[in-house]
């Protein structure tokens, strides 16, 4: 009985397409601007919409960082 459950002559995919990326980025700066257009009636709110931006610009930065690092320093 052969122990492999896995065809092993299929490719093997790890990377999403650049597209959902993007789109992703796209949706998360989209959502930064409608909390800044709908939230910001008043001048208490700005601090803690900036505080979110961040929040984004980090969530956004780091996992590209991250990649950017991962790509240079991959083992052949």
Same mark, same amino acid.
């Given at each position: 009985? =052969?122990?492999d459950l896995?065809?092993?002559? &299929? /490719?093997?995919?790890d990377e999403? &397409?650049? =597209?959902?990326?993007g789109?992703?980025?796209?949706?998360?700066?989209?959502?930064?601007l409608?909390?800044?257009? #709908?939230?910001?009636?008043?001048?208490?709110?700005?601090?803690? #919409?900036?505080f979110?931006?961040?929040?984004?610009?980090?969530?956004?930065l #780091?996992?590209?960082t991250?990649s950017?690092?991962?790509?240079r320093y991959?083992m /052949?």
């Amino acid at each position: 009985m =052969k122990q492999d459950l896995v065809v092993s002559n &299929h /490719p093997v995919f790890d990377e999403l &397409h650049p =597209k959902i990326y993007g789109a992703a980025v796209g949706l998360v700066a989209w959502f930064t601007l409608m909390a800044w257009v #709908l939230f910001d009636r008043s001048s208490d709110v700005s601090l803690s #919409l900036g505080f979110v931006t961040l929040l984004f610009v980090v969530a956004i930065l #780091l996992p590209w960082t991250l990649s950017l690092v991962w790509r240079r320093y991959r083992m /052949p």
